[in-house]
T-cell receptor
């Protein structure tokens, strides 16, 4: 079945860039998503990319998609302490269901 | 703004109790979803609903049932709660199948003793 994998933990210094990586298996995914979860809260959609795009930029966020390698990344420029959270990558399967990765915990050090 | 609300943020129940988790969305969305979130496992889909009175099993439906009598409300039912159902439960809704995103509620943290 479909699978989405992410590294579990990333630590960066405030002001640096963060890059969170994700690999997925379903090549028919139409959309791929990045969600953010702050402590004790639900998931908040950060951004998404349509599968026929290579890159999408939205303020401090840049999403890169390599369809050949089934690799998705999220870059956060000028990372702030408020960016500390868990980030989930998700792909959409052929039944329009979302398949989530296990989440990457981002820690931003002052 | 889309709003998805869940009836409780925290719940403590005993093994064998019947548990109802309620989710309400106010944007006339057709699709609603129930997930559970466990450390290191990400989100796993329990059940979803494409429309009123319709339901489909997700990846881990065992031990759960659902009810969608009204479009805005999707209930998750644990018929006889067990300790391995201690988890964070997240509800989500989506306008329609080909819309691009799901909107999540704040979650219900359930502890089964």
């Amino acid at each position: 079945g479909e699978d989405v994998e992410q590294s579990l933990f990333l630590s960066v210094r405030e002001g640096d860039s963060s890059v969170i990586n994700c690999t997925y298996t379903d090549s028919s995914s139409t959309y791929l998503y990045w969600y953010k979860q702050e402590p004790g809260a639900g998931l908040q959609l950060l951004t998404y990319i349509f599968s026929n795009m290579d890159m999408k930029q939205d303020q401090r966020l840049t999403v890169l998609l390599n369809k050949k390698d089934k690799h998705l990344s999220l870059r956060i420029a000028d990372t702030q302490t408020g960016d500390s959270a868990i980030y989930f990558c998700a792909e959409e399967d052929s039944s329009y269901k979302l398949i989530f990765g296990s989440g990457t915990r981002l820690l931003v050090r002052p | 703004d889309v709003k998805v609300t869940q009836s409780s943020r925290y719940l403590v129940k005993r093994t064998g109790e019947k548990v109802f988790l309620e989710c309400v969305q106010d944007m006339d969305h057709e699709n609603m979803f129930w997930y559970r979130q466990d450390p290191g496992l990400g989100l796993r889909l329990i059940y979803f609903s494409y429309d009123v009175k319709m339901k489909e099993k997700g990846d881990i439906p065992e031990g759960y049932s659902v009810s969608r009598e009204k479009k805005e409300r999707f209930s998750l039912i644990l018929e006889s709660a067990s300790t391995n159902q201690t988890s964070m439960y997240l509800c989500a809704s989506r306008p329609g199948l080909e819309q691009e995103t799901q909107y999540f509620g704040p979650g219900t943290r359930l502890l089964v003793l």
